[in-house]
Structure formats: structure tokens, C-alpha cells
């Protein structure tokens, strides 16, 4: 990977992401806001789809697998890809399930890829960089799944 161009890559993009733990949200916004990506934020994903609707752009999505209420990334998935402007655009999941689980059930889905938490956030703008230029990214830590 060309890590300048790909990281150049994000500048000016926009991301909504769907993550219920404040932690990890100022996590992926401090690291994020220094490659230039502007985000919006969805904690439940109870609102996920109006508020997602409700976007003039988005680039990338990354999608939480494991939300409160019972409501499930691999469901919000189901529902994004049923909006037509939405259909093409690179979804993440970025989970702390188990990442043998977690990446075989996001593949059979259709995801573009899964990263396990916790981000490497040196590592992390590159990952979407990546997945933004149409290569998957099926990553569990130091264990990388071809």
C-alpha cells in the first residue's frame, strides 16, 4: 500500500458511523479528523436509517456489530442495502466479537470488510483508505485473514 496516497485519499470524505460506546467514538473521530474526514455519528442504530437517509453524502459506513436494544450491525446492513443511493457504498464492520465469527458472518452478508477492536489507529485510516479504493479488509488484530 502507498500509504500517502491512500491516506491523502481521505481527505474530504465523509463517513457515518454507527457505534455505541463513547470510547471508541472519540477514538475513531480523533484519529479520523486528522486525515480530513468529516463523520456523523449514530449510537444505537435505533435511528440509524433516518438519520443515515437524512445525509446529503457518505462514503463510507462503519457499522458496530454489537449495539445495544438487541439491534445487530449484520441487521442495520440488511437495511442500508436496501436503499438504492446506498447500495454501493463500503461498509465496515468494526466489532470486538470474535473476529473468526465476526468476519465469517460479514462476508456471507456482503460486507466490504470487518477490523477488530481495538483499532490499531495507526493502521486504521489506511484500512479504510483501502477499502474506500475497492480492496477488502478482513483484519483481527496481529492475525490477518487473507
Known amino acids: 500500500m502507498d500509504n500517502k496516497s491512500e ?53 463510507l459506513i ?12 449484520l441487521d442495520l446492513f440488511d437495511q442500508i442495502r436496501a436503499v438504492p443511493r446506498f447500495a454501493w457504498v463500503p461498509i465496515v ?14 462476508r456471507a452478508k456482503g460486507f466490504n470488510g470487518f477490523i477488530a477492536k481495538p483499532i490499531e489507529t495507526h493502521l486504521f485510516p489506511q484500512q479504510l483508505a483501502a477499502l474506500m479504493a475497492g480492496q477488502p479488509i478482513w483484519y483481527a488484530g496481529a492475525n490477518t485473514v487473507p
Open 7 to 59: 491516506i491523502g485519499s481521505l481527505h474530504g470524505k465523509h463517513f457515518f458511523i454507527v457505534e455505541d460506546n463513547l470510547e471508541n467514538r472519540v477514538v475513531f473521530q480523533i484519529t479520523l479528523i486528522k486525515h480530513g474526514v468529516t463523520m456523523d455519528f449514530e449510537r444505537w442504530g435505533r435511528n440509524t436509517m433516518f438519520r443515515l437517509e437524512g445525509t446529503s453524502h457518505v462514503d
Open 62 to 73: 462503519i457499522l458496530d456489530l454489537m449495539l445495544k436494544d438487541h439491534i445487530s450491525g
Open 93 to 106: 464492520a468494526v466489532s470486538a466479537m470474535d473476529p473468526v465469527i465476526g468476519i465469517t458472518k460479514t
